[in-house]
């Protein structure tokens, strides 16, 4: 450790000069309250309503799993149902267990590559933009459409294990996720919606 005769100050690290302003004081009180993902791309989608609101309850971490159910006091089982390897969370559920793992493995391969696999240490928000970081413009909306089915998909295959009993395979998920889509577009082809 060095030692200086030099007087102390005193710094405010939430500005860039470090000095306080009554602004950045304000402004920090708000930091992590909300999303700062670049979340157009989710109200653009080519999705039902259902997938693009659910999408944002994804994006701000606020879907039902374990961690959140317990800050609010409702009794759950903390544990993945699906992995039965970690607490559940939104980033858990969807991007890092193993099953999710391996549904995005299959959609990676389905799309040629197009959609990355995430990490198995991704965080929502640093995915999310990762992710979209990837599109083109002429692409981003095809992007956020598969990565919203996707996530919708693997929350439902957790639905389904919790209140029916039911478990599938990653492969049934990605059919699922593709019938969807085609679903979808079939109905828009004939409405004559782009």
């Not at 267990?97 to 040629?112: I, K, R």
């Not at 198995?120 to 002429?138: C, F, L, Y």
């Amino acid at each position: 450790m060095v030692f200086s005769f030099q007087p102390d100050t005193i710094s405010w690290k939430w500005t860039a000069i470090g000095q306080y302003s009554s602004k950045s004081a304000y402004a920090i009180q708000f930091a992590g309250s909300y999303c700062t993902c670049n979340s157009s791309a989710i109200w653009k989608a080519k999705t039902e309503g259902k997938h693009h609101f659910f999408g944002w309850l994804f994006l701000q971490q606020k879907i039902q799993t374990a961690d959140n159910l317990m800050l609010k006091g409702i009794p759950c089982d903390p544990q993945c149902c699906l992995c039965d390897q970690a607490p559940k969370s939104a980033a858990h559920l969807c991007l890092q267990c193993p099953f999710a793992q391996e549904v995005w493995f299959l959609v990676h391969g389905w799309t040629e590559g197009l959609i990355a696999v995430p990490s198995w240490d991704a965080q929502v928000g640093d995915w999310w933009n990762d992710a979209m970081s990837r599109a083109t413009t002429h692409n981003k909306s095809h992007f956020a459409t598969v990565l919203l089915y996707t996530v919708w998909n693997i929350w439902n295959e957790r639905n389904m294990m919790i209140f029916q009993g039911l478990a599938q395979s990653p492969v049934r998920v990605l059919s699922l996720i593709k019938q969807e889509m085609a679903v979808r577009h079939q109905a828009c082809v004939a409405r004559g919606i782009n």
